[in-house]
């Protein structure tokens, strides 16, 4: 965990799940500083060439409106980026005319007759069941895996895809949500392909580095836009290797209570759409995980109301003990705008920090690490031992030790202004 803590000093990673308030086929200087890579302009379909083709296709595919399009019967046929990857994370915007059936495929190589020979396809299909699990609708792994718990969105409007590769785990989303992961090779995985028509190809599953690849079926009309990878570094492998816990699934709050002033609920204060986690700020409180946790690494994204920017305050509380108040025994990771990777110490919660930084109950971070209002960031805190870790968008800002070891839950503040979160997970050290 050392190693992994000093590897992070070098690394900077947002790892954004919706285009929601971003400029089509646009990235932010953050993302770009990240290393996110686009790969779709929305202006030509420069590093792109069909499937075993030198070029482009002639016909078929064309760009339009900022969209990547494919036409029904046009006889394009499958294409592919020139560069190739092996761990990334994928994602782009789709939307699909009546009855549309199509796949982006990934660990594509170029040695058989069609590219679903050697790679794992996440289907893209138009039905009117926007809810279906079964492994043929939008979001499975065509033939293998079950999408679960996805919402698609209708015929003609915009659908999110994510795509994780890292060391043969996969997560597929959609719309926000993981609705499935794979370990490619594992004995789940190659009891699946033996029973699949995939049985009879010899690179299927395979290929470690390859292509990624958009498909033409030659009946449907499809639209891609907003195409961007980040290759995975090693430094950070360790994120995704399945053994993590999601804390927020996406779609609800399971696993979660709250505690608020005043008679409002839960469900009246916090609010779910898209992956998307929002708090309207009102009034004072939280939500808190249902389980306690110790030792652990905890990761989230959250950002302030991308429409109106309005700065706030809120934070993440931890260890928490006693009873439920406004505010609890715990140590909190401080949230409130241009001051993310304070600690406050609530309660009298028992730890040492930098007495040089430290005023009262508040000790300072040792650098502003946040990205401009209304962009996500990125919080790591590794809480270890008697050791607490704060990380804002890959910079460590500041650090306790002695701190008291107790479990408790989670707990992320209602504090007076809209805030929202995303991509909560939790790691055993």
Same mark, same amino acid.
């Given at each position: 965990?050392?190693?992994?803590? =000093?590897?992070?000093?070098? !690394?900077?990673?947002?790892?954004? =799940? ?20 686009? =790969? ?9 060439? +069909? ?6 296709? %002639? ?12 036409? %029904?019967?046009?006889? +394009? ?34 040695? *058989? ?63 926000? #949500? ?11 995985? *190659?009891?699946?392909?033996? *029973? ?78 898209? +992956?998307?986690?929002? !708090?309207?700020?009102?009034?004072? +409180? ?13 990761? =989230? ?48 919660? #028992? ?13 300072? %971070? ?10 996500? *960031? ?13 990380? #804002?968008?890959? %910079? ?6 002695? !701190? ?26």
């Amino acid at each position: 965990m050392l190693l992994r803590l =000093l590897f992070l000093l070098f !690394c900077s990673a947002l790892l954004p =799940l919706t285009a929601i308030a971003e400029e089509p086929n646009a990235l932010t200087p953050s993302q770009s500083a990240a290393g996110w890579v686009s =790969l779709f302009d929305g202006e030509s379909p420069r590093g792109w060439r +069909g499937y075993r083709k030198e070029a482009f296709p %002639k016909q078929g595919w064309f760009v339009e409106d900022g969209w990547l399009r494919v036409i %029904k019967a046009g006889g +394009g046929g499958d294409i592919v980026t020139v560069d190739q990857f092996d761990d990334f994370i994928l994602e782009m915007e789709w939307k699909a005319g009546k009855g549309a059936n199509s796949g982006i495929m990934y660990l594509t190589n170029e040695n *058989n007759g069609a590219p679903y020979e050697s790679a794992p396809e996440y289907q893209v299909l138009d039905i009117d069941d926007l809810t279906s699990s079964d492994s043929t609708s939008a979001g499975g792994l065509y033939g293998l895996y079950s999408p679960m718990n996805k919402k698609q969105n209708p015929t003609g409007e915009i659908n999110h895809t994510r795509i994780v590769h890292c060391g043969g785990y996969v997560e597929h989303w959609l719309n926000g #949500v993981r609705v499935l992961t794979a370990k490619i090779g594992s004995l789940d995985w *190659n009891r699946r392909v033996a *029973n699949s028509k995939f049985n009879a190809w010899k690179d299927f599953g395979t290929v470690k580095k390859g292509h990624i690849c958009l498909q033409d079926h030659n009946d449907s009309d499809l639209w891609y836009r907003s195409i961007k990878i980040r290759e995975i570094p090693a430094t950070e492998r360790w994120r995704f290797t399945g053994e993590g816990e999601l804390l927020f699934n996406g779609r609800n709050l399971d696993g979660w209570d709250a505690f608020l002033n005043g008679s409002e609920t839960k469900d009246q204060v916090w609010s779910v759409k898209d +992956g998307i986690l929002t !708090c309207k700020g009102t009034p004072a +409180g939280y939500i808190y995980t249902q389980k306690d946790y110790q030792d652990f690494v905890l990761e =989230l994204d959250w950002r302030w109301d991308p429409v109106t920017k309005k700065e706030g305050n809120s934070g993440v509380l931890f260890r928490k003990i006693g009873e439920h108040k406004v505010w609890p025994r715990s140590i909190e990771a401080q949230l409130m705008s241009k001051n993310a990777g304070d600690f406050w110490n609530i309660g009298e919660f #028992v730890m040492t920090a930098d007495p040089g930084r430290t005023n009262g109950r508040n000790t300072k %971070k040792t650098e502003m690490a946040e990205y401009p209002v209304g962009e996500w *960031n990125r919080y790591e805190i590794h809480c270890i031992g008697g050791t607490v870790t704060l990380i #804002v968008n890959g %910079k460590v800002v500041n650090q306790a030790t002695d !701190c008291e070891q107790v479990a408790g839950p989670i707990c992320l503040q209602s504090e007076g202004t809209p805030i929202q979160f995303r991509d909560i997970r939790i790691h055993a050290p």
